[in-house]
């Protein structure tokens, strides 16, 4: 018989093999007997700030990436907002005799109210934006020609452009032509890109141009100053996105500067506006008080602020705390780093908005898109810089920060637009997807190996 296989001991490295010659034959172990390949050296991991730099590339290169950046920052503005309202707004409130929270309460409703008119627009398709523009465009002509009659519109701080619906309850109509400017005149100018038509110049301005002065009129009819220079931004913005050339856009820009610059010059008020333009004294009659008082405010705020609630300035010092110079109250109170806080924000909130605007190839989306980040950010801008004291006082309140039902309410629909519209790009419709429970466990079911009944 051939003599019988012995094992090797715990000690050996393979197995050992008696041959029918009687002479011990070693097999060397499966990992020898493999070929070793040749070992290459690992490039040297770059932990400096170019690999930094990279990895921040590819984060803002995803698909997804402005469409969280849009609620987002949305999110966190209107929350920050509640809470310097509710803050801002407590000494006012005493000082009417009214309960502390009482702005608050409205803003807060205001803000729910907002939240479902934003998920009602990030849902509903471009399609129907469209639909919407003309009925929206046609309701705030006439609730802006309604502020106009005695009677029914109402004065507050001296401008007529306001409608009381009853109790506490009041609209303000030209909040909303901003958003139906935005619509109408995408639509407008999607249509016309569509025929080619916006290569000739009268195609391009008419009707566009004629709609938006009369927007423009009805709100001046009132004295709004502040929400005249928001509207003249848009009609800028949207002809820039068109592609307006050089000299017929600084035509109409400086059609528009004069016809500013004669309202200002004619209007004592607005005078005294813009010579508080850096003012540091309070002026021999007081005219820059509120520019003053904002100025205080940063500056006893330091880096991190006073505390909420801790503001001295809101005791009767600084007047509107809680709508057009809120964002000095946060100053005073959340210092510089919450102030740069709110300007990254709405840094990110614009950034979003272009990249969206600027990664579609539907003509109504990039003109609607670029419609709202101009309001947004013009918006801000003008508000930020009356307070700093670099701009005159419009006004204007802060976007989705300040107090205001009537402005809160459009903003917060026109962030639905940018969300609705960044859902809609190819690359994130798919990633979107893919992040669905149901599409993701389908596609991990249909991924896996199936295995035998017995195996573990």
Same mark, same amino acid.
């Given at each position: ?12 490295a ?24 040749p070992?290459?050296?690992r ?10 730099y990279e ?8 698909p997804l990436?402005a ?9 966190l503005?209107?929350?920050?907002g ?14 009417l ?18 939240t479902?008119l934003?998920?009602?627009?990030s ?5 129907l ?6 009925p ?8 802006m ?11 507050v ?13 009041q609209?303000q ?29 009268k ?6 141009v004629p709609?938006?002065?009369l927007l ?6 009132g004295?709004?100053?502040?929400t005249?220079?928001i509207?003249?931004?848009?009609l800028?913005?949207?002809?820039w ?9 600084a035509?109409v ?11 200002i ?33 940063l500056?006893s705020?330091?880096w ?5 609630g ?7 010092q600084?007047?509107?705390p809680? @709508?057009?110079? !809120?964002? &000095?109250? /946060?100053?005073?109170?959340l *210092?510089?780093?919450?102030? $740069?806080?709110?300007? +990254? ?14 990664r ?10 670029g419609?709202? @980040?101009?309001? !947004?950010? &013009?918006? /801000?801008?003008v508000?930020? *810089?009356?307070?700093?004291g $670099?701009?005159?006082? +419009? ?11 009537s402005?809160?309410l459009?903003?917060m629909?026109?962030?639905g ?10 690359a994130a419709? /798919?990633a ?6 149901g599409v ?5 079911r ?11």
């Amino acid at each position: 018989m051939p003599a019988m296989p012995a094992l090797a001991g715990p000690g050996s490295a393979g197995l050992v093999l008696r041959s029918r010659a009687g002479g011990a034959v070693r097999r060397p172990p499966a990992a020898r007997r493999t070929a070793r390949r040749p070992s290459t050296p690992r490039p040297p991991r770059d932990r400096g700030p170019r690999r930094l730099y990279e990895q921040a590339r590819r984060a803002w290169d995803r698909p997804l990436t402005a469409y969280y950046l849009i609620l987002g920052s949305s999110l966190l503005i209107t929350v920050l907002g509640l809470v310097m309202v509710y803050s801002a707004s407590m000494i006012k409130a005493l000082e009417l005799s009214l309960p502390a929270s009482y702005f608050f309460r409205k803003q807060f409703l205001a803000a729910a109210l907002g939240t479902g008119l934003l998920l009602i627009a990030s849902r509903m398709p471009a399609k129907l934006h469209r639909a919407l523009s003309y009925p929206l465009l046609m309701g705030a002509i006439f609730l802006m020609v309604l502020v106009q009659i005695p009677g029914i519109g109402h004065a507050v701080n001296g401008n007529q452009n306001w409608i009381y619906l009853g109790g506490p309850f009041q609209l303000q109509p030209s909040e909303f032509g901003k958003l139906a400017l935005i619509l109408w005149g995408a639509d407008l100018l999607a249509r016309k890109q569509d025929k080619r038509l916006l290569t000739q110049w009268k195609h391009m301005l008419v009707p566009l141009v004629p709609v938006a002065f009369l927007l423009l009129g009805l709100i001046m009819l009132g004295g709004d100053m502040g929400t005249a220079i928001i509207l003249t931004a848009i009609l800028f913005g949207l002809l820039w996105l068109a592609g307006a050339p050089t000299r017929l856009f600084a035509g109409v820009l400086g059609i528009a500067g004069l016809v500013g610059f004669m309202l200002i010059k004619t209007n004592e008020n607005r005078m005294s506006r813009l010579s508080c333009i850096g003012a540091i004294d309070l002026g021999p009659k007081g005219e820059c008080w509120q520019a003053v008082h904002g100025i205080y405010a940063l500056a006893s705020g330091g880096w991190f602020g006073s505390g909420l609630g801790a503001s001295v300035e809101k005791w009767g010092q600084l007047p509107e705390p809680h @709508t057009d110079f !809120i964002f &000095a109250i /946060a100053g005073e109170e959340l *210092g510089l780093a919450g102030t $740069l806080s709110v300007l +990254a924000l709405f840094a990110a909130l614009g950034y979003a908005g272009i990249r969206v605007a600027g990664r579609t190839e539907d003509p109504f989306v990039r003109y609607a898109a670029g419609g709202v @980040t101009t309001w !947004i950010t &013009a918006q /801000a801008v003008v508000n930020i *810089g009356a307070v700093l004291g $670099l701009l005159p006082i +419009a006004g204007v309140p802060l976007p989705l920060f300040s107090y205001g039902g009537s402005a809160l309410l459009p903003t917060m629909f026109a962030v639905g637009l940018l969300i609705a519209f960044a859902r809609e790009d190819p690359a994130a419709k /798919a990633a979107l997807a893919v992040r669905r429970p149901g599409v993701r466990w389908k596609t991990m079911r249909r991924s896996g190996k199936k295995r035998p009944s017995g195996e573990r």
